[in-house]
């Protein structure tokens, strides 16, 4: 099965304070999204690459960078974080064509106080 | 307001029954769609996938896609209490651009 690990698994920011989101994926696949969810929001794309170095904005961008270094690797950037921010986010990967699924990692719960 | 809308917003179910669950699009343009499923506390995963008018049977899980109304449903036979789950329906037009995901249907189990 695909594998997309997110790291870390849980994590408590301040408010203004930077945070950084990393995911990585052992699967070969081009396609990889960050969500987060959030009760009474659902699933939400923030943003999204296809390849290396580039990366796409999703449906709610504002407020999140996002980073493509490698095929592997896919991080999300809080520049300032705030308490609107907090929510479960969650990265998935994609080969599209193949299995036409996404594979998601297991989460990461950020809480900021 | 969410472009996939998911009914209802609960069920529960007694073991052995049958639960039916409603997705509908309203974004003309959607292609194809997903239903997830999500235990608590866990990530999303795939339970089964519709693109062509229909129906498509996996095990006691059963999807219908009807794609002039947009609308798809998941229907599960003999409910067990592991059914017991967030159920997702996504949507989109195109995949390389993420799915776009309803607020889901908490199914309940009950021995």
């Known amino acids: 099965e695909a594998a997309v690990t997110q790291s870390p698994r849980s994590k408590v920011a301040v408010t203004g304070g930077k945070v950084t989101l990393s995911c990585h994926q052992t699967?070969?696949?081009?396609?990889m999204y960050w969500y987060r969810q959030d009760t009474g929001h659902g699933l939400r794309l923030i943003h999204y690459s296809y390849v290396a170095d580039s990366t796409e904005k999703g449906d709610i961008p504002d407020g999140y960078k996002a980073s493509r270094p490698s095929q592997e690797n896919f991080s999300l950037i809080l520049e300032l974080a705030s308490l609107s921010q907090t929510a479960v986010y969650f990265c998935?990967?994609?080969?599209?064509?193949?299995?036409?699924?996404?594979?998601f990692g297991a989460g990461t719960r950020l809480s900021v106080l | 307001q969410q472009k996939v809308q998911q009914s209802p917003e609960s069920l529960i179910v007694p073991e052995g029954g049958m639960a039916s669950l409603n997705c509908t699009s309203s974004d003309r343009n959607v292609d194809y769609f997903w239903w997830y499923r999500q235990h608590s506390g866990k990530s999303p995963k795939m339970l089964m996938s519709i693109f062509s008018n229909g129906e498509k049977e996996e095990g006691r899980f059963t999807v219908h896609l009807n794609k002039a109304s947009l609308h798809t449903s998941l229907h599960i036979r003999d409910s067990q209490p592991s059914d017991s789950a967030l159920y997702l329906c996504a949507a989109t037009n195109n995949y390389a651009q993420g799915l776009t995901f309803g607020l889901g249907t908490r199914v309940s189990v009950f021995p």
């Open positions: 998935a990967s994609s080969n599209w064509g193949g299995q036409n699924t996404l594979y």
């Open positions: 699967n070969n696949h081009d396609y």
